[in-house]
């Protein structure tokens, strides 16, 4: 069985760039996630879908980051424009569960992205 | 606020010690805890996960336990190897949040 899908694998961009992260679940996962790690730090949540629906948006910097899930399925994580600070790699993850019980985690590869 | 600690930050073994790796929390109202260990330049991966209802859990040299009342949970690695050189973080669950440690870095001697 396939495991989450992420791409790119990494990306370089200028500041003020967009840019955009593709994730695909494990297949019958009902709920992903998008989160942001820092060198050194663990993932901090930045948005939780349980299958369309935003459940959980609170830590996405809406003036320029955007996530959608159209049909439940696979994710779409976008930048812009793009700033130096944003420099990190971003992760996709999915789980059986739902509400309060997160269930167990998968973590696809993660999106490696570079600001200039 | 759940806060999730791990100690040491960095560790090195020679190959074939056992070895545990720390991790506290602050809020002892969790669904579960998770374990992960993420290669350098790699996604997470679940190595175990422990419900607020069990003691611990056991896959092949791993071991984690739960200790809900203190807020804490080990990972002991039993007769470790280089090939178990990678970053090993923690992650609480429960309130619909997620949440995560900063890792030990460990690093097994051939």
Partial sequence: EAGVVQSPRYKIIEKKQPVAFWCNPISGHNTLYWYLQNLGQGPELLIRYENEEAVDDSQLPKDRFSAERLKGVDSTLKIQPAELGDSAVYLCASSLASGWDTGELFFGEGSRLTVL | ?110
């Fill in chain 2, 1 to 110: 606020k759940q806060e999730v600690t791990q100690i040491p930050a960095a560790l090195s073994v020679p190959e074939g010690e056992n070895l545990v790796l720390n991790c506290s929390f602050t809020d002892s109202a969790i669904y579960n805890l998770q374990w992960f260990r993420q290669d350098p330049g790699k996604g997470l991966t679940s190595l175990l996960l422990i419900q607020s209802s069990q003691r611990e859990q056991t896959s092949g040299r791993l071991n984690a336990s739960l200790d809900k009342s203190s807020g804490r949970s080990t990972l002991y690695i039993a007769a470790s190897q280089p090939g178990d050189s990678a970053t090993y973080l923690c992650a609480v669950s429960g309130g619909f949040k997620t949440i995560f440690g900063a890792g030990t870095r460990l690093f097994v001697k051939a």
